[in-house]
């Protein structure tokens, strides 16, 4: 099936550490997008990507990082300069021709930053 | 990108058509109007989108006023797992000029009653 994936659901680590958020996509899409969910509001953009080994900033980009080495991969690293790293985070990916964009959305991953 | 307002919540009986209002009286002449939702926990679903044309598929119905200032996303006979945040977006079409973020409010919560 096609689709997006995020790995894994729950993620729970130590303040201080780096972690690495997973996400895949089978869609043939060239854009990928990060959003971070807090509770209770709306999403917000940290990072976002047209095609393989280009990226550009979000709203919110401080304290992460993301590489874009193969179309099907855009994976997301929270780093230890994040004040405040606890929260859901959505992986989205959409095709880039004029007939529409609309964003298919992965299940998400919840990091609990103790 | 157009500010959209939202009304916080929703109730709806099963069965019956669920109307969510979104005012986008800022909106020019050359963004189109999205509707996304998001049940609790998941990623965010795309639900519809349009320029001035009314607009139908399987999931819902969307009316956009000839003024373009609203629009209203109808659900036409809502089940309990059409309980959701229910988000209304504008934005250009990206087209030729690739990807652009989504801006996500705080959106409708609509909750479907027995």
């Known amino acids: 099936d096609g689709g997006i994936t995020q790995s894994p659901k729950y993620l729970f680590r130590k303040e201080g550490q780096n972690v690495t958020l997973s996400c895949e996509q089978n869609?043939?899409?060239?854009?990928m997008y990060w959003y971070r969910q807090d509770p209770g509001q709306g999403l917000r953009l940290i990072y976002y990507?047209?095609?393989?080994?280009?990226?550009q900033k979000g709203d919110i980009a401080e304290g992460y990082s993301v590489s874009r080495e193969k179309k099907e991969s855009f994976p997301l690293t929270v780093t230890s300069a994040q004040k405040n790293p606890t929260a859901f985070y959505l992986c989205?990916?959409?095709?880039?021709?004029?007939?529409?964009?609309?964003?298919?959305f992965g299940p998400g991953t919840r990091l609990t930053v103790t | 990108d157009a500010k959209t307002t939202q009304p916080t919540s929703m109730d709806c009986a099963e069965g019956r058509a669920a109307n969510l209002p979104c005012n986008h009286s800022t909106i020019s002449g050359n963004e189109y109007v999205y509707w996304y939702r998001q049940i609790h926990s998941q990623g965010p679903q795309y639900i519809i989108h349009?320029?001035?044309n009314n607009e139908t598929n399987e999931m819902a119905s969307l009316i956009i006023t000839e003024d373009r200032k609203s629009s209203t996303l109808i659900l036409p006979h809502a089940t309990l797992r059409d309980t959701a945040v229910y988000y209304c977006?504008?934005?250009?079409?990206?087209?030729?000029?690739?990807?652009?973020?989504?801006?996500f409010g705080q959106g409708t919560r609509l909750t479907i009653n027995p």
């Open positions: 990507s047209q095609i393989v080994n280009d990226f």
């Open positions: 989205a990916s959409s095709p880039r021709d004029s007939t529409g964009d609309e964003q298919y």
């Open positions: 977006i504008v934005r250009d079409h990206p087209g030729i000029q690739g990807a652009q973020k989504l801006v």
């Open positions: 349009g320029l001035k």
């Open positions: 869609l043939n899409h060239d854009a």
